[in-house]
């Protein structure tokens, strides 16, 4: 996994005495041998390391957060000096994401000129109301930091600065009252709040009521039914973070779930730590012996300590990999796990509450009812076309105080309200990497508007509609989802224009392009047209295409474009051939949109909408065939988990619909094997036994149908 998150230590000493603090009152005493700030040496080595490391790995993004102790410590002048020097060094070779968390104290009108010059995102640490902020949260001269912190908060507030206004981060207190805690920080209208569970270990427990095994468990699922009946008007990354992988999506927070670290810490001498919540393990835990001076970041990449928390089921315990719920709990936070005698093989401290939430979480979001997207293709696209609508309102709102994406917002509706407009509209949403990019800003990878600006032009010329939109483009290719794509002279701010289904694009220097200029300027979507006359587009250059399991390929050549689509072309007249009406299977793969992966990878889906398949450049269209009735398979299954709840998310019958669908797939292959089909079928049939002896309730009813037609195949391909 590529490191592309650097915590970066510039002050190690704080202007609070929170007695629940990891860094100073916790395990690991290694502060007090620290400087108190980042030296002008080290910094310009941690930048420049940062940034060979990026130009390397050809990371498209980084995150740097500015961390402490308190960092406004530094004060504004060289804390200006830190911002323009990461700046300087590493935007040149990658997108760099600026970030601050600090708790407020000290935050005034000249911090904030400073982040908005550099567009430092800041998050600010407070545990709720008054009473719960003041049960930790007091300076060494046990005074209360709650009307200062107010202050920070409520400036960051105002117009000039709310676009740097990340959010809150909490820590959970169970003895402070969850739905005063919530409504207290909900009311600061922050875009964001996590919360996060104290850090505590098997040597150091957390505090509990008497018994109360679950009380961190139901303190949050108090706040979860109170976010819900609100109708979820503030982000909250751990209760979003449950919900994205109990479907199958990744997780959002290092504290829950499997996904790999991808975060390194230097602190102010330049030393590389682990992750920072080791602290609260044992002295020393986080050390790793390395430095910027002496080392790189390829290197402490390899360090033993960052491998372990890489390793994701393989690096949890035994009991938690054994555990229904692992892929989102992921075995809580690694430092978490830590006790005498078996270090980090073992589950969480909060083992209990994390096992307790999740569920809770599963089942208060559960829709039982019927869909019926699992009886009809046609319903099924519906579904996925009314998600997409679904994510765009969701997106808007989360990236509101962004640049350009309230009039990007207010184009889609304008041209959604109009209904001549609206066919040409779906046609443009329905595009499968659409869907993934809206994903990614729903989960903070991504937050430019660029690929729905891009969409409501690609609309807006197909309905040859007038239109008039202005935005910052990454990147100095303009993309229209169905169309083409048009090169501009340069990224940054771009003005499009559409008249009467005219598009014209003018940078921030002025240069304007057309489609009209020509092929170095403009390339139509490449597509080819089968023998039934189904049209499908080769989307090699949607910068969004990259969400395959394997790397993609280039833009093609004019002969190589020729070729894979004729190849195309005699795999559908091979499926036909072989399988005549095997479009009417409801398990069919209608694929409207391929995109060509590198060399040798096959047949393969991805991080994407409903129509979309990776396909080999070099792919034999005996191969295709033999690949589509399993790949449509778990494209269905796949479209059917994002639109409706087939299972109780994170319990056995998930699980166990996955591997009868998947042996049933492997049953339907064209392949000579009858061997393998019939060890596939065996397969199949264990698990529809194991489905057949659930409790009632694990299965929704769409899962009972989609249970029953896999049972009903099952025993046609047995007899």
């Not at 004060?75 to 040149?92: K, S």
Request: net charge negative; hydrophobic share 40%; glycine share 8%.
């Amino acid at each position: 996994m590529k490191l592309q998150q650097l915590v970066l230590k510039i002050h190690s000493r704080c202007d609070l005495a929170c007695d629940h603090c990891y860094v100073y009152e916790h395990a690991d005493q290694s502060w007090k041998g620290r400087p108190t700030f980042i030296s002008e040496e080290t910094l310009g080595k941690v930048a420049r390391r940062f940034a060979d490391y990026a130009e390397e790995q050809k990371l498209p993004a980084v995150s740097v957060i500015l961390h402490g102790g308190e960092p406004l410590l530094v004060g504004p002048v060289r804390m200006r000096n830190i911002c323009a020097e990461l700046t300087r060094t590493l935007a040149p070779v990658t997108a760099l994401d600026l970030r601050i968390h600090t708790n407020g104290v000290q935050l005034n009108t000249r911090h904030l000129e400073v982040f908005r010059e550099f567009d430092v995102k800041v998050s600010i640490s407070l545990d709720g109301d008054r009473a719960a902020n003041d049960r930790h949260r007091r300076d060494r001269r046990h005074r209360s930091s709650y009307d200062r912190v107010l202050r920070a908060i409520n400036l960051l507030r105002t117009p000039e600065y709310r676009h740097l206004y990340s959010g809150l981060l909490c820590t959970v207190d169970v003895a402070n009252d969850p739905v005063a805690v919530h409504d207290a920080l909900a009311a600061l209208q922050p875009p964001r709040v996590d919360y996060l569970l104290p850090h505590s270990t098997w040597d150091s427990p957390p505090p509990r009521p008497p018994d109360s095994p679950t009380a961190y468990a139901d303190w949050l699922l108090t706040i979860f039914d109170r976010w819900n009946r609100q109708g979820r008007t503030v982000a909250v990354r751990t209760f979003e973070s449950v919900l994205s992988t109990l479907r199958g999506g990744p997780s959002l927070t290092e504290a829950m779930g499997l996904a790999p670290s991808d975060l390194a810490v230097v602190e102010t001498d330049g030393s590389f730590e682990q992750a920072d919540s080791l602290k609260t393990a044992y002295d020393g835990a986080p050390a790793t012996g390395y430095d910027v001076f002496r080392h790189s970041f390829a290197e402490f990449a390899q360090h033993p300590g960052v491998r372990a928390r890489q390793l994701g089921l393989a690096g949890v315990s035994a009991t938690c990999r054994r555990c229904p719920v692992i892929e989102s709990c992921g075995g809580g936070l690694y430092a978490h796990r830590y006790g005498s005698g078996r270090g980090f093989d073992n589950p969480s401290v909060f083992c209990a509450d994390l096992r307790a939430f999740v569920d809770g979480v599963a089942q208060r979001t559960t829709e039982y009812a019927l869909s019926p997207a699992v009886h009809d293709p046609d319903e099924l696209r519906y579904a996925q076309g009314e998600l997409v609508r679904h994510l765009i309102p969701v997106a808007a709102a989360r990236h509101a105080a962004g640049p350009g994406w309230e009039d990007v917002w207010r184009a889609f509706l304008d041209l959604d309200g109009t209904p001549e407009i609206t066919p040409h509209l779906d046609e443009v949403l329905a595009h499968p990497y659409l869907y993934t990019a809206l994903k990614h800003c729903l989960h903070d990878r991504l937050s430019t508007p660029a690929p729905l600006a891009s969409a409501v032009i690609a609309a807006a010329v197909r309905a040859r509609a007038d239109l008039k939109l202005t935005w910052d483009h990454p990147t100095s290719d303009l993309y229209l989802p169905t169309l083409g794509t048009l090169t501009l002279p340069e990224s940054g701010r771009v003005e499009a224009a559409v008249t009467a289904g005219r598009l014209r694009a003018r940078t921030h220097t002025g240069e304007e392009r057309v489609p009209d200029d020509g092929p170095a300027v403009w390339r139509p979507l490449p597509t080819t047209t089968l023998t039934d006359g189904a049209v499908l587009f080769l989307d090699d250059a949607d910068p969004l295409r990259d969400c395959y399991p394997v790397p993609v390929a280039p833009p093609l050549g004019p002969d190589d474009l020729a070729t894979f689509a004729q190849r195309l072309g005699v795999a559908y007249e091979l499926m036909e051939e072989r399988e005549p009406g095997w479009r009417k299977d409801v398990n069919a793969l209608l694929i409207t949109t391929v995109t060509p992966l590198v060399a040798g990878a096959g047949v393969r889906l991805g991080a994407h909408g409903l129509g979309a398949v990776g396909v080999a450049v070099d792919f034999a269209p005996a191969e295709f065939v033999r690949e589509l009735p399993r790949t449509g398979r778990l494209a269905r299954l796949t479209a059917l988990r994002e639109t409706a709840d087939l299972n109780v998310p994170g319990n056995r019958a998930g699980r166990l619909i996955d591997e009868a669908s998947r042996e049933m797939g492997n049953a339907s292959c064209f392949t000579a094997d009858t061997g393998a089909r019939a060890a596939a079928l065996e397969r199949a049939g264990r698990a529809l036994e194991r489905l057949a002896v659930l409790p009632e309730r694990e299965l929704t009813e769409t899962g009972v149908v989609l249970v029953e037609e896999l049972r009903a195949e099952w025993a046609g391909r047995r007899g």
